[in-house]
């Protein structure tokens, strides 16, 4: 089951006549006003969801899927592929990376920057506590989300036999920024993802939400990619893999740079962000398909050798409150 975000996402995927996703199309109540079906291959071997933008989207369309009669997702496999903002320090635009962690960086009191003691760096700060480098006093439980390791490093290596796409508008934007990785060719990378309905740029914040990330994750992620569903789309997968209508450690959560979520030398980050010439956007568009359609083939390919019984996690997964476990006992 693949899951895009909005309608260029989708195109991709609708583009392969081979893959033929528009051969069986099931309506499915509760999902998106503008993306009301399922699209599936003849046999249902793989299907596609649009969940639309957001993290209330995501949720809501992530719930109806599963609590659907439509399918059976015991066995299923999620590859959550969509576009993201990506820190030049960690990595370029058209580049694909695979998350073990989703960390949402929107719960957290928020002062205005004016009205902050001098030594904070932004108005953030974790819910329940004093200071930005404070462990949060109450969690939520969808803060981070654990996925199965095993799994992304399979990805990972798979989504290498791909030939990424890339365009000279990319490659001028790299050259804007000085030091590798930033101005290097787009790559396959194993780095962590942030979650925020807000769109945001620059150092300051960049610098404050990593380091939220490492607070929350016990210094274990590598923030590089920020977007706008992830953890939506994990918490509503978690209930339904509770709910034993799916199997939590079969979900893939891959994200292509569209843009960088810093400004080159030169530039102010207003400008940035609301004059972005989208240079990355085509080729990342493009590499979710390259990439995803090697994940996909190698689980149809390789099925009874090496997914149908599942990939079992070295890792924890799951949430922050150990929902999984917790429904297991």
Same mark, same amino acid.
């Given at each position: 089951?693949?899951?895009?975000?909005?309608?260029?996402?989708?195109?991709?995927?609708?583009?392969?006549?081979?893959?033929?996703?528009?051969?069986?199309?099931?309506?499915?109540?509760?999902?998106?006003?503008?993306?009301?079906?399922?699209?599936?291959?003849?046999?249902?071997?793989?299907?596609?969801?649009?969940?639309?933008?957001?993290?209330?989207?995501?949720?809501?369309?992530?719930?109806?899927?599963?609590?659907?009669?439509?399918?059976?997702?015991?066995?299923?496999?999620?590859?959550?592929?969509?576009?993201?903002?990506?820190?030049?320090?960690?990595?370029?635009?058209?580049?694909?990376?695979?998350?073990?962690?989703?960390?949402?960086?929107?719960?957290?009191?928020?002062?205005?920057?004016?009205?902050?003691?001098?030594?904070?760096?932004?108005?953030?700060?974790?819910?329940?506590? =004093?200071?930005?480098?404070?462990?949060?006093?109450?969690?939520?439980?969808?803060?981070?989300?654990?996925?199965?390791?095993?799994?992304?490093?399979?990805?990972?290596?798979?989504? =290498?036999?791909?030939?990424?796409?890339?365009?000279?508008?990319?490659?001028?934007?790299?050259?804007?920024?000085?030091?590798?990785?930033?101005?290097?060719?787009?790559?396959?990378?194993?780095?962590?993802?942030?979650?925020?309905?807000?769109?945001?740029?620059?150092?300051?914040?960049?610098?404050?939400?990593?380091?939220?990330?490492?607070?929350?994750?016990?210094?274990?992620?590598?923030?590089?990619?920020?977007?706008?569903?992830?953890?939506?789309?994990?918490?509503?997968?978690?209930?339904?893999?509770?709910?034993?209508?799916?199997?939590?450690?079969?979900?893939?959560?891959?994200?292509?740079?569209?843009?960088?979520?810093?400004?080159?030398?030169?530039?102010?980050?207003?400008?940035?962000?609301?004059?972005?010439?989208?240079?990355?956007?085509?080729?990342?568009?493009?590499?979710?398909?390259?990439?995803?359609?090697?994940?996909?083939?190698?689980?149809?390919?390789?099925?009874?050798?090496?997914?149908?019984?599942?990939?079992?996690?070295?890792?924890?997964?799951?949430?922050?409150?150990?929902?999984?476990?917790?429904?297991?006992?």
């Amino acid at each position: 089951m693949i899951f895009s975000y909005f309608a260029r996402e989708t195109v991709v995927w609708h583009n392969d006549p081979d893959l033929d996703l528009y051969a069986l199309n099931i309506t499915i109540p509760g999902l998106s006003p503008r993306f009301q079906q399922v699209h599936c291959t003849a046999d249902a071997q793989v299907c596609h969801l649009t969940t639309d933008m957001g993290e209330i989207h995501a949720a809501a369309s992530a719930m109806a899927l599963w609590m659907s009669d439509c399918f059976d997702l015991t066995s299923t496999y999620f590859l959550l592929a969509g576009i993201g903002g990506i820190n030049p320090h960690m990595g370029t635009i058209s580049s694909v990376t695979f998350a073990r962690y989703a960390v949402q960086l929107d719960l957290q009191y928020l002062f205005s920057e004016s009205q902050i003691p001098p030594d904070f760096p932004t108005g953030f700060v974790p819910q329940k506590s =004093h200071r930005p480098d404070e462990y949060p006093g109450v969690l939520y439980g969808t803060e981070v989300f654990e996925l199965n390791d095993r799994l992304r490093m399979r990805a990972v290596q798979i989504a =290498h036999r791909a030939v990424l796409n890339d365009t000279t508008a990319a490659m001028k934007k790299r050259a804007g920024y000085l030091d590798a990785p930033a101005n290097e060719p787009p790559t396959v990378l194993a780095c962590d993802t942030m979650t925020s309905n807000n769109w945001w740029s620059g150092s300051v914040l960049g610098d404050a939400f990593a380091g939220y990330v490492k607070l929350l994750t016990n210094g274990s992620a590598e923030p590089c990619t920020t977007q706008q569903e992830d953890n939506a789309t994990l918490e509503a997968l978690l209930r339904g893999a509770v709910a034993e209508r799916l199997d939590f450690s079969r979900i893939i959560l891959m994200r292509t740079a569209s843009d960088f979520a810093r400004a080159p030398p030169g530039r102010t980050e207003y400008d940035h962000l609301v004059n972005t010439g989208w240079e990355g956007f085509v080729p990342a568009l493009q590499n979710i398909y390259l990439a995803g359609i090697e994940i996909v083939r190698d689980i149809l390919m390789n099925w009874d050798e090496e997914y149908a019984s599942g990939t079992r996690p070295d890792n924890y997964i799951g949430d922050l409150w150990n929902s999984l476990e917790e429904a297991n006992n």
